[in-house]
Structures are given as C-alpha cells and as structure tokens.
C-alpha cells in the first residue's frame, strides 16, 4: 500500500476516534447537569434514561476505540490491509469505506453468515443435572407425541387420566 494511503486512512482513524471521545465526554456533561438540578420524577426517568443511553454508547465507543488503536498499531507494524481470515490483500476501495475492517470482502461475508447460523442453533444443555432430569420425560412421551398422564382414581372408583390444559410433547 502507497504510504500515501496509509497516512489518509491513518488520519480518518484518529478523527474517528476523536469524534467517539467528544460524543461521550459530551453526552456525560448532560448527564452531570441533569444530576445537579432539582428535578421532577419525571425529568428523573429522562435522566436515567439518558443514563443507559451515555453508558450503551460508552461500550460501544470503547469498542470502536480499541478497533481502531489496534488498526493503528497493525498500520505501525506494517500488517495492515491483510486479511486476518485468508491473509490476501485487503482492496483499497474496502479500506477507505471499513478503514478498521480486519476481513476481505469473501471473509466478512463467510464469517457474517456463520454468526447468524450460530444463532440459529439450538440452546446446549450445559449442566449435566438438568440433562438427566430431561431424559426421564422422553419415557412419558407416547408414539403420537402426547404425554403420558398417571392414572388417576376418580371420586367415583373408575380411573381416568388427568390432562393439564395445554400440556403436549413437542
């Protein structure tokens, strides 16, 4: 990559990252208003909220912030614009529009779908108590995928079985 480049990317780095710390340092001296006036119950939920806004962007902030050191430090040591996935050559039409992108184009979008698979995925039963209570239910389960009630005696001596509204096995 022409030095040249480097330099204009480098420069949208580091305004970015300025811009970050203003919005914050910025919306945290609102913030230190608001907790310095008298102010009604309701004012005092627009505080809060204005709270978990300043601290939802704060991590987000710090996020970008750490991404865009570490793209800087890459820029220092010469590994910038490679790709971390596949190790070719990152365009530079893709830095200029993503400076602080670590994947081509190909590897974002493997790795894009691979993240929404992975949501997609059913929850894992990690605690081996849970699992076991779990594997008895199966014998309840009939053929036609109801479940299977314990008998029960009536008032009137004939045994029925109980059916909970709403209960079906999946």
């Keep these: 990559m022409v030095k040249k480049d480097l330099l204009k990317l480098k420069k949208c780095l580091t305004n970015r990252r300025r ?11 609102e913030l230190e208003e608001l907790g ?6 309701i004012d005092e939920a627009q505080k809060e909220d204005l709270a978990r ?8 902030g710090k996020e970008e912030i750490e991404e865009i050191n570490l793209t800087i430090d890459k820029m220092e040591s010469g590994s910038y614009g490679r790709c971390e996935l ?9 830095l200029e529009v993503l400076p602080a992108t670590r994947l081509c184009r190909k590897c974002a979008q ?17 605690d081996e108590e849970l699992l076991d209570e779990y594997r008895s239910l199966s014998d309840l389960i009939e053929s036609n995928g109801l479940v299977k009630l314990p008998v029960v005696e009536s008032s009137r001596g004939h045994a029925t079985r109980r059916q909970p509204m709403g209960k079906r096995a999946n």
Excluded: T
């Design 19 to 29: 811009e970050i710390l203003e919005q914050v340092a910025h919306l945290e001296a």
């Design 36 to 41: 310095q006036r008298n102010i009604e119950p």
């Design 53 to 60: 806004v300043v601290q939802k962007l704060d991590e987000r």
């Design 86 to 94: 596949c190790g070719k050559s990152i365009p530079f039409k893709r």
């Design 110 to 126: 493997k790795y894009e779908r691979n993240q929404k698979m992975r949501q997609h995925l059913p929850d894992e039963i990690i």
